[in-house]
RNA sequence: GGGGAUGUGGUGGAACUGGUAGACACGCUUGGCUUAGAACCAAGUGCCGCAAGGCGUGGGGGUUCGACUCCCUCCAUCCCUACCA
């Protein structure tokens, strides 16, 4: 054995034995199963340190629960569809199939130098026809359970470049190659109405082992408000407007109506009113994302129609306004500027009618809490919650309204204008869709012409025109489709007469699911959803894909999320080959607990590789001693017993329980620490030989999750070269952690003043003497008089004078 | 605009249930080893103060015997906002 710890040397060579072995190929038996998944990467080339984070976390726990006998899957695969495939390739003039390809190839070399135990043989990419069949075969089971219909919406449009752009190739309402401003467009797109689960998304969201935080941003995006649906009659006319309000309660403070742009009605004003036309073309210009609508200034039209009250019977005025979102609701907001911040914003630029119906204790408008109603005829008086259930019933007795629960959750539009995706399996003839037949599926991707641009798969004549009048649909699928439902593919991928099998019932669902924090709400959402229509059509079990939720926090440098615009990028293979990649593995874990984002720092990584050393330079040349625990301990051979058990107890609690590495990495170098150093002589008796080898398995078998190599290596040298530390964890020895004496923390007036070592049966009066006696508290409470004593049993005693 | 988080020494972080603030590291200082450096080892290290002691968890206020932890308010930063993944 080599004297010093060279990672170099020792990692590539455990890595390929593992490969030998098949170690982590994985089967169905008769153990516990765990499926643990971290989130498939998108191939962008190179490994970056967000994915190193994601994915040492996944294998940390997937090693400590194969430690604890489970039967543990671990998949690999590629999330291949997306944009920048197609960026690539007008680049650098690559195919985007070559440039995924090569992609795939170099980051699986850089997954594989880390160390992380995948079963490999699972591997999938989304790219493959044999992935996407299956997912043209759901599409056409969600389209035959009614789940899909075509719809006309949005999208960000360049003129110049005549395609459409994603939110994020739009800059500052420009297209980000042509540089042309960018237009509102309406056109036809599949849509799955995920809003059919919105009550079974929302009410399931309990059963969940997740973060609370996490539930609540999925709990407020499907949003559910009880409210009122109301109808306000167009004036001279027969026709109605209807809004929705969770406030019915200020119907009369209601000024103004606004609907959205994209409204029907605005759309047939501006057919013949020059001034609605320009502000409609005006407000084309703001990118379709709802954050920049939220914060473009609101600006609104007299359409200089009015509708009628249905309760007052006055006459209100309808405006066209920029807020209003023709997706949410009914694309008509009813204005009650008193009672609501954006209404009243609006009302004061325009001067509209401000009227308060709502009184509370505070009196400065606008008043959005609930309170009691003035100004509103016979409800006068009426508290909020009471009014606004007699307001409905007043509105349905006249057949103007109703009580109505609203979702804010829209439907998924899957529809995409590209090249690099998965086509959607659907032909028009005589421009009347259908779903294509499962036998003819996969819809292949056609191939790219040599030296063409990924140009829209629309307009590829080729694959569109099937016969003059039988044509295929250009659209790909949006990527979340893609990510939907590998989860539950990883357990058949292998399968390629059956989408699922034998192997999905045993292995789903999904027990611990690790990703970004930034999938909080659609890619989590788009999954859950999947889940439980693939469950409605009898392709898989359960009603939910992910039991438990690990979010981990982003990677920043100087307080920013790496990335290569920022230029603040940091390689992880550099690290990797010069530190090896426990050392790497070690900092990630050790720096910052998972949940919250960890800030990188350069320094810190050489501690990381410092520890691993030391713990190399205790077990070098070190030879188990195969001692029993017969012995009669000195207190401080018991004390390091203790420190060892302790430890152990502690780090199984973080593992498991907490997902805490930093603070269980931490208590593996206090014991490291700890060991007295005439432990380590040669010439130490057996006892303290049994203590010491205790410790250093212990320090292996607990750190080994971490960083596998290098305790591997070490357990085959030390202990057992047949033995494998992955299927051994030691157990606790209660008996050793109990303790008869404890530190008492002596507080006058809440302060610490003192401390003292105290027997675990001491009565409270026996303590409160020592306490008292004790020197510096003596002078703190002087002659004062103690007003009140607290006791806290074997913690503290506190003394207020 | 809305939703979700975060804020503790020079730095990353710990304090798990309202009960010892700063564990464990990084860095720095001093000393040892060395021709020198690196590495390693030992000691110290929140701030002010000679000390006694005081102050201290983004700012301000509150509850409590006791607050990093609970409540109110303000500020800063990060993530998501439905076509980046």
Redesign the pocket.
């Known amino acids: 054995m080599s004297s010093n710890y060279k990672p170099q040397l020792i990692e590539k060579n455990i890595q390929e034995s593992w490969d030998k072995q098949n170690k982590y190929v994985t089967r169905i038996d008769d153990r516990e199963k765990y499926y643990c998944l971290s989130m498939f990467p998108?191939p962008s080339g190179k490994l970056h340190m967000g994915h190193v984070r994601n994915y040492t976390i996944g294998d940390v726990i997937s090693r400590y629960k194969r430690m604890k006998n489970f039967n543990v899957f671990q998949p690999m695969g590629w999330?291949a569809f997306?944009?920048?495939a197609e960026n690539a390739a007008i680049a650098n003039k690559v195919n985007p199939k070559d440039w995924t390809s090569q992609n795939i190839e170099n980051m699986k070399v850089q997954l594989k130098s880390l160390g992380l135990s995948y079963d490999w043989s699972r591997e999938l990419r989304t790219c493959d026809p044999d992935y996407y069949k299956w997912e043209q075969v759901i599409f056409k089971k969600f389209f035959d359970a009614g789940l899909v219909y075509r719809k006309k919406s949005m999208?960000?449009w360049d003129p110049v470049d005549e395609t459409?752009?994603?939110?994020?190739q739009v800059i500052d309402g420009k297209g980000w190659r042509s540089g042309a401003q960018v237009e509102i467009k309406e056109i036809d797109?599949w849509f799955i109405k995920i809003t059919k689960y919105a009550e079974e998304l929302l009410d399931s969201l309990e059963t969940l082992d997740w973060p609370?935080?996490v539930k609540?941003?999925q709990k407020?995006?499907i949003g559910k408000s009880y409210g009122a649906e109301i109808k306000y009659r167009l004036d001279g006319s027969k026709d109605f407007l209807t809004t929705f309000s969770t406030r019915p309660d200020t119907i009369f403070g209601v000024s103004f109506l606004a609907i959205s742009p994209n409204h029907s009605l605005a759309i047939k004003l501006a057919e013949n009113n020059k001034e609605i036309f320009d502000f409609l073309e005006k407000c084309k210009e703001i990118k379709?994302?709802?954050?920049d609508i939220?914060?473009a200034d609101k600006f609104g039209i007299n359409t200089n129609i009015n509708v009628i009250h249905p309760l007052t019977g006055d006459k209100i005025p309808i405006w066209i306004g920029n807020f209003v979102l023709l997706d949410?609701g009914t694309g008509v907001v009813m204005g009650v500027p008193a009672h609501d911040a954006?209404d009243h914003e609006f009302a004061t630029k325009y001067k509209l009618d401000i009227k308060q119906v709502i009184e509370t204790d505070n009196n400065e408008l606008p008043i959005v809490e609930k309170g009691e109603l003035i100004n509103s005829e016979n409800f006068n008086g009426i508290s909020s919650d009471i009014a606004s259930k007699k307001i409905i019933n007043e509105l349905i007795r006249l057949k103007l309204g109703e009580e109505l629960i609203q979702f804010?959750?829209?439907d998924w539009?899957v529809?995409?204008?590209r090249y690099w995706g998965c086509p959607i399996p659907v032909t028009y003839k005589d421009n009347v869709p259908k779903v294509i037949d499962e036998i003819d599926m996969p819809v292949e991707l056609p191939k790219l012409k040599e030296d063409s641009l990924p140009i829209p798969l629309s307009q590829n004549k080729d694959f569109i025109e099937i016969s003059e009048n039988l044509k295929r649909e250009g659209d790909t699928f949006?990527?979340?489709m893609d990510?939907s439902w590998y989860y539950a593919r990883f357990t058949s991928s292998n399968n390629n007469t059956e989408i699922f099998d034998e192997n999905t019932r045993y292995w789903l669902p999904v027990d611990l699911y690790i990703g970004g924090?930034?999938?909080?709400?659609?890619h989590l959402l788009y999954s859950r959803f999947f889940h439980k229509a693939l469950r409605d059509i009898g392709l898989v079990e359960g009603d939910e894909p992910f039991k438990r939720l690990l979010t981990q926090g982003?990677v920043l440098k100087d307080?920013?999320?790496m990335s290569k615009s920022k230029g603040n990028t940091v390689d992880p293979q550099s690290y990797i080959e010069k530190y090896g990649a426990d050392t790497v593995r070690l900092y990630m874990m050790?720096?910052?607990?998972p949940e919250?984002?960890?800030?990188w720092?350069e320094?810190?990584v050489?501690?990381s590789a410092?520890f691993l050393?030391?713990v190399w330079n205790l077990v070098n040349k070190r030879k188990y001693n195969n001692l029993d625990d017969q012995f009669k301990f000195s207190e401080d051979e018991l004390a390091v017993r203790r420190k060892s058990h302790a430890t152990l107890k502690?780090v199984e609690?973080d593992y498991e329980v907490?997902f805490?590495f930093?603070?269980a990495?931490?208590a593996i170098?206090?014991l490291l620490?700890f060991i007295p150093e005439d432990f380590k002589y040669a010439e130490a008796s057996k006892s303290k030989k049994y203590c010491l080898d205790e410790a250093i398995l212990f320090i292996l078998q607990m750190l080994f999750p971490i960083a596998p190599h290098i305790c591997e290596h070490l357990w085959k040298e030390f202990y057992e070269e047949d033995s494998d530390i992955e299927a051994s964890w030691p157990k606790v020895n209660e008996s050793l952690l109990e303790v008869e004496e404890f530190?008492l923390?002596i507080?006058v007036?809440?302060?610490?003043r003192g401390?003292v070592k105290i027997h675990k049966s001491a009565e409270q009066e026996e303590v409160k003497n020592i306490a008292i006696n004790v020197e510096?508290v003596k002078?703190f409470i002087n002659s004062s008089e103690i007003k009140?004593t607290?006791y806290?049993k074997d913690?503290?005693i506190?003394f207020?004078i």
């Open positions: 998108y999330d997306g944009l920048p999208v960000n459409v752009l994603a939110n994020e797109q609370e935080n609540t941003m407020n995006w379709a994302a709802e954050a939220a914060k949410y954006r804010r959750l829209r539009g529809s995409r204008q949006d990527t979340f990510s924090i930034e999938h909080a709400i659609l982003m307080g920013a999320k050790f720096t910052s607990p919250q984002s960890l800030e720092s320094s810190s050489e501690g410092r050393k030391k502690k609690n907490r805490s930093n603070t990495i931490a170098m206090e620490n530190e923390i507080q007036n809440g302060k610490v401390r510096n002078n009140k607290i806290v913690k503290l506190n207020v």
